[in-house]
């Protein structure tokens, strides 16, 4: 089962321009959202990541935005360069049983051009 | 620090063949976790072990078994080796089994099953 919708499923930006990644959950146990991103040949690795308790984190040039009554949130990547050029995947974790793995949204895959 | 090391990097095998893929954290973390990665599938949980001496299926579990020798080392076998189960193959660790806890990710195994 997929309990986190991720979209879109493919991003082209231009250099400078801004990135939006969308995840949308349905559980509402789940209370830790990161946000990994991966390059090619590698493993993913943590980007950023945000609890429910606040609407906005900002790290640089990355931003996520939570919407908690809507059960959904967001990656902003500000002035995109070449080099953030990745797949991206969103995730979502719960607490206690099962719930405390991480449950993945299905990527984006991102070209920024220059 | 080499956090998380996987081995194989590579492997092909033939339908009906057994391997073991290895893992190995010096992180001194408590949990240990099998993905597998698909192209258009995100990452999808296989196995964990929420601590030394414990493992759980995940969502995928079919097909595989899993090892937690020790407190550094989560082993993964393919019994009777399926195309498909051609994927790419992520251990990942991390501290403890909470909810804020990031989760470390080794460079991953490339294996096709032919």
């Known amino acids: 089962q997929q309990q986190v919708k991720q979209s879109p499923q493919s991003l082209i930006v231009q250099k400078g321009g801004i990135s939006i990644i969308n995840c949308a959950y349905e559980?509402?146990?789940?209370?830790?959202f990161p946000w990994y991103q991966q390059f090619p040949g590698k493993g993913p690795a943590l980007l950023i990541a945000?609890?429910?308790?606040?609407s906005e984190k900002k790290e640089g040039r990355f931003t996520i935005s939570f919407n908690k009554s809507a059960k959904q949130f967001s990656l902003h990547i500000m002035d995109s360069q070449p080099g953030d050029s990745a797949t991206y995947f969103c995730?979502?974790?719960?607490?206690?049983?099962?719930?405390?793995?991480?449950?993945f949204g299905k990527g984006t895959k991102l070209s920024v051009k220059p | 620090n080499a956090g998380v090391t996987q081995t194989p990097k590579f492997q092909v095998l033939k339908t009906g063949q057994s391997m073991t893929l290895q893992c190995a954290q010096d992180?001194?973390?408590?949990?240990m976790y099998w993905y597998r990665q698909d192209p258009g599938m995100g990452l999808r949980l296989i196995y964990y072990?929420?601590?030394?001496?414990?493992?759980d299926k995940g969502e995928v579990p079919n097909g595989y078994n899993v090892s937690r020798l020790n407190k550094r080392e989560f082993s993964l076998r393919l019994e009777s080796a399926a195309p498909s189960q051609t994927s790419v193959y992520f251990c990942?660790?991390?501290?403890?089994?909470?909810?804020?806890?990031?989760?470390?990710f080794g460079q991953g195994t490339r294996l096709t099953v032919v």
């Open positions: 990942a660790s991390s501290e403890v089994f909470t909810k804020n806890t990031e989760a470390f």
């Open positions: 559980n509402t146990a789940f209370d830790y």
């Open positions: 945000i609890r429910p308790d606040v």
């Open positions: 995730a979502a974790r719960g607490y206690g049983g099962s719930q405390g793995n991480l449950i």
């Open positions: 992180m001194n973390h408590n949990s």
């Open positions: 072990s929420a601590s030394e001496g414990t493992t």
